[in-house]
């Protein structure tokens, strides 16, 4: 009988942990400055599977969903697509309100293997 209430509550809090874990990474999915974030389950591989299986229904589903600018998290990359081209060219009309800075320097830093240390510490580089 001990041994039985032992594997349940076991059982109970290998359960209570994943729920707990799915809501951290859910909640840590979101992004209250941006598109929204198409939902995952597993941290790092984020929608790869899915992305992977049917990347043309994944991506007309995430933009029936979430419209046309969402953010998609997959092996480890988390990238923002924008699925219409009225809203390409909106982007391109007002590109001053747009952010690339970050963008440029996380380019910089994974295309040319700069360290973190010259490319943020360098004027050239973060003037806008």
């Given amino acids: 009988m001990l041994e039985s209430n032992s594997s349940v509550l076991v059982a109970t809090a290998a359960v209570g942990a994943v729920a707990l874990g799915y809501q951290h990474y859910t909640k840590k999915a979101s992004n209250d400055q941006g598109p929204p ?10 929608s790869a599977i899915a992305l992977g299986k049917d990347p043309d ?9 979430y419209g046309d600018i969402f953010t998609v998290q997959a092996a480890g990359i988390r990238s923002t697509y924008v699925t219409s081209a009225s809203a390409i ?10 952010v690339f800075q970050p963008t440029r320097l996380e380019f910089s830093i994974k295309m040319f293997d700069m360290p973190r240390s010259i ?3 360098n004027d ?3 003037q806008n």
């Fill in 124 to 126: 050239y580089m973060t």
């Fill in 37 to 46: 974030v198409v939902p995952y389950v597993i941290p790092w591989l984020g």
């Fill in 57 to 65: 229904a994944f991506f007309q589903n995430a933009r029936d969903t």
């Fill in 119 to 121: 490319v943020y510490d």
């Fill in 89 to 98: 060219s909106a982007i391109y009309r007002n590109s001053k309100s747009f």
